[in-house]
């Protein structure tokens, strides 16, 4: 664990440069807005390590798929939001030599992320090779005003010269994505243009034929006096760039102003785009930076109003929250139905930007309890777009008569992943997204939701887990052979207790989803029986089915089996393990993973976390105790259903102990990964521990529930929930719990236990 980054409520703080930190830097420092994203890139060139990113919400390639030996039925590509062109850049050339951090002597290096205002800025002085030294004022941002533009403000004080200089301010499409499968480029030139203090390029996706038009604008400026330097006009395959000729003036700050716009097809006509660009782009240079950055700032201001979290006493955990609620929410605004939330957000490539099972298990709570209903709404719409194609996709499997298997990983709605185990028998992702459905409907009271679209996918879920269960004579009840469940260290089991779980439950939640509809709305129930070819029937099957499910249990110590054979392992505790074997999934072969009783994730544990009203206290304190010393946390979705979980239980400080595996996951790089990118979908697993953990908050009977607790180290802690129309603030410290309506209309929540009228 690294424990780098300065602590402090609001910002982020870097000191000091340091390259082989840089990497983690650029993914803890990355801005976004929810159409797109930019990890924290230098301006200038930088030959040292780097990962460049710059993403477009939306804008996808399919890389064809790379497998060992192929599966029938896996499929063709994995649909990867690309690394889009590059406009930051504004590289600085003094007597022939580049600012190059990674060649120059760097000091005074801060680099700040504010979080409650999303301004990204950077300060240092650079000595280049004959002594010139030159001080750079950086600060960026990605517009959450206008979803479309970026600006950068560049400040270069000459120290101790005054010489002639160049700046190179450009746009590059030439650019290539690290995960590349076949080190191919997944980008062609459609156009570029050059003009008086302006450069667009529009360029097209292979084979997904997505344009993006990006463009930019600039001005710069000496002691407040606009200057117009002499200018190249540099234009090559994928690149349009200006080479602007400038005098610095020792002690003179030279201000550069770049204004881009990023325009994509998914929300313009292609024969618009490079015309809307250019308007944008005016608008946004009469605008000016400072304007920009104030709108931007008051859109962050409204957003902070309503999702804060305090913590005193412990700045760390101030800090950590904080980046969680800020990378959740400059990820997924909710604005575009199309759009999800893949487990690296815009921090990173890994796991191609695409949408998990995460959305739904982990992340919906979040923005439901956050943002505006829409925002969690279309999460949920997203999926029920997708509904023909996870037909399509269960089709190509074999199932028949409208059974739906959404994918385990998506994009466009089509099956990306292609490990056997994973894309064929992880099916319990189906059940997250029913239960998604049930949840959103549960804290929104939205039910108008079934009819519209909700309905429809349950059915199609539900004819899935129809077909795929079968009937045991020898057990005399139906089984689910060959499936993964959450926990990916076992493959291939049969009767995973999670996956049976979900199944059934899916099946009477679409009954009375169906039975609702029926008596509310005639009309709609009619016209979805119509649509899927429903047959009341087959709700004799799903009753069978509901009634004759098999669980695996250990009778003795009265426990659920995470699937068949669970006790014939040897069943050892995580702390036997040796330290240096940790994490088992880089220590270990995969053949002693998968014997060994090591558990990865939360599994009977999250059935027991989603359904927990079915279950009594005592039920879920065995199946805790049993499985928490098994379990070995290598995903980090996996340590807040056990902080949950323990924080019901009264288990405090195991809930404490768990919450900060994720707390601070990114910031101290915990896992050793954060280069790669964020890990925000587990973001939301931390929020989930601080509200439903500690603040044991629930909705049960329509009603807002608190039934808080404070971890020790804490003085006290407030956070804001939004409720239907209510903003509340809970506040515990040692002593009490105080409730208050923050704004909206008056609510009654139960605190403890008992009813408070919230006016
Ligand atoms: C987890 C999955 C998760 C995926 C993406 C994997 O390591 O086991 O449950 O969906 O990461 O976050």
Do not use: M, W
């Given at each position: 664990m690294k424990d780098y980054f300065k602590h402090h409520p609001w910002h982020i703080i870097e000191e000091g440069f340091d390259p082989q930190y840089n990497k983690i830097a650029e993914s803890v420092f990355s801005i976004g807005n929810g159409r797109m994203g930019q990890r924290a890139n230098f301006e200038e060139l930088y030959s040292g390590e780097t990962l460049q990113g710059s993403y477009v919400a939306g804008v996808y390639y399919p890389d064809k798929t790379r497998v060992g030996w192929w599966k029938n039925g896996y499929p063709e590509y994995f649909a990867k939001v690309l690394n889009a062109p590059n406009w930051i850049s504004v590289h600085l050339t003094v007597d022939n030599q580049p600012l190059d951090l990674a060649v120059c002597k760097v000091e005074n290096f801060r680099r700040v992320l504010d979080m409650k205002t999303g301004l990204l800025s950077r300060q240092f002085i650079a000595t280049f090779a004959d002594g010139k030294r030159v001080k750079i004022h950086a600060q960026r941002f990605c517009s959450m005003a206008k979803g479309e533009a970026g600006a950068i403000r560049y400040a270069i004080t000459p120290l101790n010269f005054s010489s002639a200089a160049t700046l190179s301010l450009f746009i590059d499409a030439d650019i290539i994505n690290t995960d590349s499968n076949y080190d191919e480029k997944f980008w062609n030139e459609v156009y570029k243009h050059a003009d008086e203090g302006q450069c667009v390029v529009t360029a097209e996706t292979k084979k997904t034929f997505f344009h993006v038009c990006t463009g930019m604008r600039y001005k710069i400026y000496e002691g407040g006096k606009e200057i117009n330097g002499s200018v190249n006009t540099e234009l090559r395959d994928k690149f349009a760039g200006h080479v602007i000729s400038v005098n610095l003036n020792e002690g003179a700050e030279l201000v550069v102003y770049k204004y881009a716009a990023i325009l994509s097809s998914e929300n313009h006509p292609k024969d618009k785009l490079v015309e809307n660009c250019k308007n944008l782009l005016k608008d946004l240079q009469n605008n000016g930076f400072d304007k920009l950055l104030a709108e931007h700032e008051a859109v962050w201001e409204h957003k902070w109003k309503d999702c804060d979290i305090t913590i005193d006493g412990d700045i760390a955990a101030q800090q950590g929250i904080r980046f969680t609620i800020f990378q959740l929410t400059q990820t997924y605004t909710?604005?575009?139905?199309r759009l999800n939330i893949g487990p690296k957000g815009f921090t990173g490539e890994k796991y191609g930007g695409s949408t998990y099972w995460d959305t739904e298990a982990y992340c919906l709570p979040f923005y439901l309890g956050t943002a505006e209903q829409k925002v969690a709404r279309n999460l949920l719409v997203y999926r029920y777009k997708h509904l023909q194609k996870a037909i399509e996709n269960a089709t190509k499997l074999?199932?028949?008569?409208?059974a739906a298997l959404y994918p385990m990983v998506t994009i466009n709605g089509e099956e990306c992943h292609n490990e056997w185990e994973i894309t064929f028998?992880?099916?319990?992702r189906n059940g997250a997204i029913a239960y998604a459905i049930y949840d959103y409907i549960r804290y929104?009271?939205?039910?108008a939701y079934l009819a519209e679209y909700g309905l429809e996918v349950l059915v199609g879920i539900s004819r899935f887990w129809a077909q795929r269960v079968n009937w045991s004579e020898d057990k005399k009840k139906f089984v689910m052979l060959g499936v993964t469940g959450?926990?990916?260290?076992?493959?291939?089991?049969?009767?995973?207790w999670y996956t049976n779980y979900i199944a059934t439950w899916t099946l009477r939640y679409t009954m009375e989803a169906l039975a609702y509809v029926k008596d509310t709305d005639g009309n709609a129930y009619a016209k979805i029986i119509s649509q899927t070819g429903f047959?009341?029937?087959e709700i004799k099957a799903w009753q069978s089915i509901i009634e004759q499910m098999y669980f695996p249990e250990d009778r003795n110590r009265n426990v659920f089996l995470?699937?068949?054979?669970?006790?014939?392992k040897e069943l050892i505790a995580?702390?036997?393990?040796?330290?240096?074997?940790?994490p088992i999934n880089q220590n270990w072969s995969w053949d002693r993973i998968l014997r060994s009783?090591?558990?990865?994730?939360?599994?009977v544990l999250q059935g027991l976390y989603f359904f927990?009203?079915?279950?009594d206290t005592e039920a879920t304190k065995r199946n805790f105790d049993f499985y928490e010393p098994m379990t070995?946390?290598?995903?980090?979705?996996s340590p807040c259903v056990h902080s949950i979980l323990a924080a019901k239980l009264g288990y405090t400080e195991k809930a404490y102990e768990m919450y900060l595996r994720t707390a601070r996951l990114d910031l101290d790089d915990y896992n050793n990964d954060t280069e790669d990118g964020c890990h925000i979908t587990s973001m939301a697993g931390t929020w989930l521990s601080v509200?439903?953990?500690?603040?044991g908050m629930r909705v049960r009977d329509g009603k807002l529930q608190f039934q808080p607790f404070i971890p020790t180290q804490w003085n006290s802690y407030a956070f804001k929930i939004r409720f239907r129309n209510s903003v509340v603030r809970v506040e515990v410290d040692k002593t009490r719990v105080t409730a208050t309506l923050d704004s909206g209309e008056p609510l009654e929540v139960i605190i403890n236990g008992s009813g408070v009228m919230l006016r």
């Open positions: 909710g604005e575009d139905e074999g199932f028949t008569d409208g028998e992880e099916i319990h929104t009271d939205d039910k959450p926990n990916e260290y076992e493959n291939n089991v049969n009767n995973n047959n009341e029937s995470q699937q068949d054979g669970f006790l014939d995580v702390s036997a393990i040796k330290k240096n074997e940790r009783c090591f558990i990865k994730q939360a599994d927990e009203d079915e279950f070995v946390h290598e995903s980090s979705l509200i439903k953990g500690f603040g």
